[in-house]
């Protein structure tokens, strides 16, 4: 199986490619192609990283190509991390309208590139922000089961690694979900929570006293409160000290988000996070996992069939994605994820994109 990723030089995408060959999902005959934008400085670094990355693994490592032009990629699995991201630094404002303007285009020129040469059959896994806009992007041109978002897995493995600190746990003991869209307006699925080795009475007392009374409905002004008592932390050290004192689901969205603030990155997490969606594609078999997905109707929202991007628990297997694997929520869950699927598509609209 061969595997390209877009905007290879970039932070993200050097983990990417550093974890696939450590983890052994690629082996010495499979191909990895290293994407880079011509005319620019990735354009030069992707050959620079090609040999750096066969410096470091040549003993197992896969066939390593180069590609500069959006035509020339090919691949099973495409990985796209290409275009703007997120600013980092404390007081760095974050402007998705800004952000989505500059990167519809590089996601509009890729994925023009793959309807027109490629072979029909590519999984595209979506990292690049805003994670929703490029899904859609992607699965209009493509085919909506072939495209899948990464941030709503990436918030999952927060959301069960912050269950599984407070309970002094590894985080592979702890299963659950979050839906909603990538970030600040995730939806963590409590109800989908499970913890391996317990009975449904043992975990249904853990999750209540994990949760106590609160529900969806107040999450999103938590989360705001939050931020702004961190922001009055003397210093960086402190702040992650008094994210500690917040339930799990608002740890889920606040320490990446301080990681941010810090002046470092979330690459190791985000290329973990990828790398899990990959390796599941080149598995050959059906596993639930969480992504963005470009949804016909196959769940209900509201109480009508919805239309639109959002992240939620998908089967995906070789070809993309399957079926949506989401059972009944808590009233608070679905009202909370109607809500952020609303919200959803009226950024993609005023994108230029969003429900048709």
Known sequence: MDV?????????????????????????????????RPGGSSGDAVHGLRVDLIDAHDEHAPHIDVA???????????????????????????????????????????????????????????????????????????????????????????????????????????????????GDRMVPLWSTV?????????????????????????FASEVRAAKERISEAPDISAAFAAVDAYPPDVQAVIRPYLTHQSGAKTAHGTANATVDLVRTVLDGRDIVVAGQVLLDGEIELGGNPWHGVIGVPVAVGPDGWSQVMLDDLAPDESRALWEVAQSINESLVAWGGGAR
């Open 194 to 218: 499970r913890l391996r080795g317990l009975d449904p009475d043992e975990r249904a007392e853990i999750v209540d006293r994990l949760r106590g009374d609160r529900t969806l409905a107040s």
């Open 68 to 182: 500069t032009r959006p035509e020339d990629v090919v691949a099973d699995v495409i990985v796209m991390t290409a275009g703007r991201t997120l600013p980092t630094g404390t007081g760095q404002p974050i402007d998705r309208d800004k952000l989505a303007e500059d990167n519809r285009r590089v996601f509009e020129q890729y994925a023009d590139a793959l309807a027109a040469h490629g072979s029909g059959h590519e999984v595209v896994i979506v990292v690049s922000n805003p994670v929703e806009l490029a899904v859609e992007v992607f699965a209009r041109r493509l085919g909506r089961h072939r495209v899948i978002g990464m941030g709503a897995w990436l918030d999952t493995l927060r959301f069960r690694r912050e269950i599984a600190n407070t309970l002094g746990i590894r985080r592979h003991r702890v299963g659950g979900f979050v839906a909603g869209q990538h």
């Open 4 to 36: 390209a990723i877009v905007g290879a030089t970039g932070d993200v995408g050097r983990a990417i490619c550093g974890q696939l060959i450590e983890r052994g999902e690629l082996g010495p005959t499979s191909r990895l192609q290293l994407v880079g």
